[in-house]
């Protein structure tokens, strides 16, 4: 093919006409980024939040009976979440931590996951509420808006000190439903006097009139509110899985529940309970993480970015943070400014995590499949053989690195998008795939030829820097 001088003086003009009307917008770099490791398959380690439900307090003697607790006990009859973790994660062995307190309320929630942080649990269950709702009477019982408050602090508190576990959240039971079983019996609802059980609920227990039964509803409506606001928080953190009111609707009978004061789980309850929140595992056998994707859209100073997950299981979320800042859960399209060093990773139902992904934001636009956002895929970027995993250069000096180059713009080495790599084109357009003069680096759309297709991709991104 021969050299066309004449039409490659045409090519080089448009090419100076566009640069002398691009923007000069030169982004600041971010720090050089580990990527944090992904996180799959069961924990080897689990701790427990809450109350006496978690304590298993009176489940077949009077007092705290952890063995018995449908969290982290040993007792094979009840076949605790730690039980069923450990036969199938050997590993988990001897880590299981009961930090729940008997009469704790959602007040000392923030204390107990204080305690899970230290302990490093790569999963937290959480059952706390009940004592929130059984107070003396209505008047007494915590006010929604004060009890989401105590939540979200406990919450903030496992997600910065924990941020690669898992957090269950299960559902408050459903009070009424205990005073529905045994209200007419006799030896029940004499205990729950007796003892001053839970007398938002269980006054006067066998009264019918409209005083009461109307408590009874306004206790359950609480009830209901609360695990609301459970659901609400928890669906803020992607490493958070609420049990879907699993254990509010849970079917307990007469023999679940203790027979030495009728209202705490027997070890038949404890057991139930159990059940209950491994249900909330969709597939404790999945240990495959989810992959994610970002796109971004050039905008004023920088770009909006979308990012996207898959999963064969379900995705929970994306979270992302910026300048290696706290993680927060992705809601959408975000613009960030250029020069912001983005990370993100998505989390499964299951709760496995993605190794972090990262990239410098600059203000070009980039497609999906492009790992270092440098405008170019990953598989374009195989292609003309430059680095997929690498956005820029190391230095601005040209060509001072040994190949593969690092931005497929960059055609030598510099740090920028300008003028002097479109020149670089001289000598090598309009020459195609066998011919010995074609050069696959300056091929950037892949279509197997050389020509003014390649240059005019630099539109978008001349006079850009990559560097400081």
């Known amino acids: 093919m021969r050299y066309n001088r004449a039409a490659m003086r045409r090519r080089i003009g448009f090419a100076a006409l566009v640069l002398s009307a691009a923007v000069l917008l030169v982004s600041s770099r971010g720090p050089d980024v580990s990527a944090d490791p992904a996180v799959t398959g069961l924990p080897d380690s689990i701790a427990a939040l809450g109350d006496s439900i978690t304590r298993a307090a009176n489940s077949d003697a009077f007092g705290d009976q952890p063995a ?24 988990i062995s001897g880590n299981a931590f009961n930090d729940s307190v008997s009469g704790a309320r959602m007040t000392h929630l923030d204390g107990q996951a204080v305690n899970a942080v230290a302990q490093g649990a790569g999963l937290v269950v959480v059952l706390m509420g009940a004592n929130d709702v059984c107070q003396s009477s209505e008047a007494t019982m915590t006010p929604v808006a004060t009890f989401q408050a105590q939540f979200e ?3 903030a508190t496992l997600s910065a000190g924990l941020p690669d576990s898992t957090i269950a959240v ?4 459903d009070i009424f439903n205990l ?18 059980i839970c007398q938002a609920m269980l006054a006067n227990p066998t009264s019918m009139a409209l005083a009461d039964v109307t408590r009874r509803a306004n206790v359950r409506q609480r009830n209901i509110d609360f695990n609301s606001a459970l659901e609400s928080v928890c669906a803020q953190y992607v490493h958070c899985r609420f049990d879907q009111n699993g254990g509010f609707n849970m079917a307990f009978t007469p023999a679940h529940v203790s027979t030495l004061d009728y209202f705490h789980p027997s070890v038949a309850g404890e057991a139930l309970a159990a059940g209950v929140a491994w249900d909330a595992f969709p597939d404790p056998n999945d240990a495959t993480a989810p992959v994610s994707d970002s796109v971004g859209a050039a905008a004023a100073g920088g770009a909006t970015v979308t990012l996207s997950a898959t999963d064969a299981g379900g995705v929970s979320g994306i979270e992302y943070r910026t300048n290696a800042g706290a993680w927060q859960r992705d809601a959408g399209p975000l613009f960030h400014a250029g020069g912001t060093l983005l990370e993100w990773r998505a989390v499964d139902i299951n709760g496995n995590t993605e190794a972090s992904r990262a990239c410098v934001v600059r203000s070009w636009s980039w497609p999906a499949g492009d790992t ?12 003309v053989g430059t680095q997929p995993q690498v956005q820029c250069a190391a230095t601005p000096a040209s060509n001072d690195e040994p190949t593969p180059d690092a931005w497929p713009y960059d055609m030598n080495d510099s740090q920028s998008a300008n003028l002097v790599d479109i020149l670089q084109y001289v000598g090598k357009l309009n020459y195609s795939d066998p011919n010995p003069l074609y050069v696959q680096r300056f091929d950037l759309n892949n279509d197997g030829g050389v020509n003014l297709v390649d240059v005019l991709k630099f539109i978008p991104f001349l006079n850009k820097s990559c560097a400081p």
């Open 179 to 196: 005073w529905d079983i045994l209200h007419t019996d006799s030896t029940a609802t004499a205990r729950w006097q007796l003892f001053s």
């Open 372 to 383: 270092d956002c440098d405008g170019l895929t990953d598989t374009a970027e195989a292609f």
């Open 153 to 155: 602090a406990a919450m």
């Open 170 to 173: 299960g559902s408050i039971p």
């Open 68 to 91: 018995n607790s449908w969290a982290t006990g040993t007792n094979p009859a009840v076949n605790s979440v730690y039980s069923r973790i450990l036969a199938l994660n050997p590993g």
